[in-house]
């Protein structure tokens, strides 16, 4: 089997300082590999353990540093890795940004079979990436995956999550799909993996290496833009509740219990 | 010139609401028609088609065929993007629900057009263009997103406009449109459907709110909280970050990548106050927070702080209200 795993590196939205005036403190925010990735990634490894012929290739759009989030994948038993990186993919919406990992991936892996995504980014949040891929790709796709049921050489019994219930579902190969969190913890590498990973040469590859035309990638190639950004009002004017731990209680259920009954007829 | 909202049907066959919200709100930014495209199996459509009617409708496609009988990406995408190609509307909304959520990028690649994902606020700007305004990077800006193509599509979540004033006299031009699809259209198959129980999915009809963040700290309050909120008539609530620790299911998560509720009392405890959590329940009645730092953004937005330890104040909470 060959598998792909699409990585983004994000900043830990957990370490996430703001300023008085709302501004983000950007110094000393660790970037992370996106949480809702390590689950996929976690599932390709969860099948090279039954076909330990699996090939799996982590890739990444991103700034070079980013390689050393493709790196510790490795570390954990990926085989390969592919960084996108080039200036001019900068800028990208979720659009230009599926179809330029579309591009890397019938460039570079033609032959896969699955490709696992996180459903969200912690920092962007859309979740239209995957389905965006597979659109690009022109495939199957199943998103909201909680988790992996069964697979074998020709695809997946997986079940989806949606708001009223969970569904059990099939689907061959090539596919795309993306997870939610799930139960699974994602393993910890090793220290030889660690140690391996560290001399790992990630393939980066850019614009050219991949035959993509300057007009689809970027902000150039996004059909979307961002006219204006604001910091959100929506300040209340608040009352402070104050005494001894049992006033404040007092307090605080009879306002409850005022608020509950008001407005009813 | 037109606005076109998709219509989606829940499992027992009953409409969507968002999709009401939508026709709705874009009543009242939008001056020219607004459609409405219908994915159904051949079935009896009058009770739906009145109550988008009543939302404003002004036109409604309804598309056919017995494979629509149950969402599916490719089949949903054909239909669509027939209905698509012959009206060739300017704006196209879709309500960001696990299904909507689905099929909105698919559309939207294969048009090649942008899609602005989770808006919360929806208005025409100064050139008449689509101004669709959400959170972004992080939390900390609202981004107002235009597209340089059309037909300019957004996804919003259920319950961030509010349900339509009905219009009981309103009523649609109707065109029924019959699809085929090839007889190969996926490997896609549904095996079997496991419907949630009630208990998990009802934060959002909530009349109180009680919510954990991560500042509950620990299990045994996070539990306590769940009493109290039992004891009170009202329902426990989490945030993201309390989710990511494992208290909890994302079932009951409020926020951008949860749910969005309007509570009459929301109680924030231990919430520090991203802007995705406050996107999900700014529009509560009341909200009163309890946090142990003076300076947690949550508190801008509350009616009524509380300065605290919750390890204290959750246990006597909880003696005052089990004693009534």
């Known amino acids: 089997m060959n598998i792909v795993v699409c990585l983004k590196q994000v900043p830990d939205t957990q370490d996430i300082k703001w300023t008085d005036k709302g501004t983000m403190i950007r110094d000393g925010v660790e970037s992370i590999i996106n949480p809702y990735d390590e689950f996929a990634l976690e599932y390709a490894l969860y099948i090279k353990d039954k076909y330990p012929d699996t090939q799996i290739t982590v890739l990444s759009m991103g700034p070079m540093q980013a390689q050393e989030l493709l790196k510790s994948a490795i570390a954990k038993g990926a085989d390969n890795a592919i960084l996108a990186c080039d200036k001019k993919f900068a800028g990208a919406d979720t659009y230009a940004t599926s179809l330029t990992l579309a591009h890397v991936i019938k460039k570079f892996i033609p032959d896969f079979d699955l490709i696992l995504c996180g459903q969200f980014a912690i920092d962007g949040d859309t979740a239209q990436t995957p389905s965006s891929l597979a659109g690009h790709l022109d495939i199957d796709q199943v998103t909201f995956v909680k988790k992996i049921i069964d697979f074998n050489s020709e695809g997946l019994i997986l079940q989806k999550e949606t708001e009223d219930a969970y569904i059990d579902m099939r689907i061959n190969y090539p596919c795309v799909v993306s997870v939610l969190q799930t139960d699974i913890i994602p393993r910890k590498y090793s220290i030889k993996g660690y140690i391996d990973a560290e001399n790992f040469n990630v393939t980066v590859v850019n614009s050219v290496d991949i035959d993509i035309d300057e007009s689809l990638i970027g902000f150039k190639g996004s059909p979307t833009y961002v006219s204006r950004s604001f910091h959100p009002e929506f300040e209340r004017n608040s009352t402070d509740l104050t005494g001894t731990n049992a006033e404040i209680v007092n307090d605080l259920v009879k306002l409850i219990r005022e608020q509950k009954t008001e407005g009813k007829e | ?324």
Not at chain 2, 82 to 91: A, G, R
Not at chain 2, 263 to 280: M, N, R, T, W
């Open chain 2, 1 to 324: 010139m037109s606005l076109t909202v998709l219509a989606l049907l829940n499992r027992n066959g009953s409409l969507e609401s968002v999709a009401l919200e939508l026709i709705d709100k874009a009543k009242k930014f939008y001056n020219n028609e607004i459609n409405v495209i219908l994915p159904v199996a051949d079935i009896d459509t009058t009770a739906i088609v009145s109550q988008l009617e009543q939302a404003g409708a002004d036109k409604i496609y309804v598309v056919k065929n017995k494979k629509l009988a149950k969402y599916s990406t490719n089949h949903y995408k054909m239909a669509v993007l027939e209905v698509l190609e012959k009206i060739n509307p300017d704006i196209f909304l879709i309500g960001a629900t696990a299904n909507g959520r689905d099929l909105a990028p698919r559309i939207a690649s294969a048009l090649g057009v942008g899609l602005t994902a989770d808006c919360t606020e929806l208005s025409i700007n100064e050139d008449g263009k689509l101004a669709a305004t959400r959170p972004t990077f992080g939390g900390s800006l609202m981004a107002t997103i235009l597209s340089k193509k059309t037909p300019q599509m957004a996804t919003v979540r259920p319950n961030v406009f509010k349900r339509p004033q009905m219009i009981l006299d309103n009523k649609a031009i109707l065109e029924e449109i019959t699809v085929d699809f090839p007889k190969h259209i996926d490997t896609v198959e549904e095996l079997n459907y496991i419907p949630k129980t009630l208990q998990t999915s009802s934060i959002a009809d909530a009349d109180i709110l009680f919510a954990a963040g991560r500042g509950i700290k620990t299990k045994e309050n996070f539990k306590m909280l769940s009493d109290i909120a039992q004891v009170m008539g009202g329902k426990v609530a989490a945030s993201r970050a309390l989710v990511d620790m494992g208290f909890c299911s994302n079932q009951i998560q409020v926020g951008q990548t949860g749910k969005t509720v309007t509570p009459k009392i929301y109680v924030a405890c231990g919430i520090s106050g991203a802007i995705q959590h406050i996107e999900g329940m700014k529009g509560a009645q009341t909200i009163i927070a309890i946090n142990s730092d003076k300076d947690a953004p949550i508190f801008k937005v509350a009616d009524y702080k509380i300065v605290g330890d919750l390890d204290e104040i959750l246990p006597e909470l909880l003696h005052k209200v089990k004693r009534f």
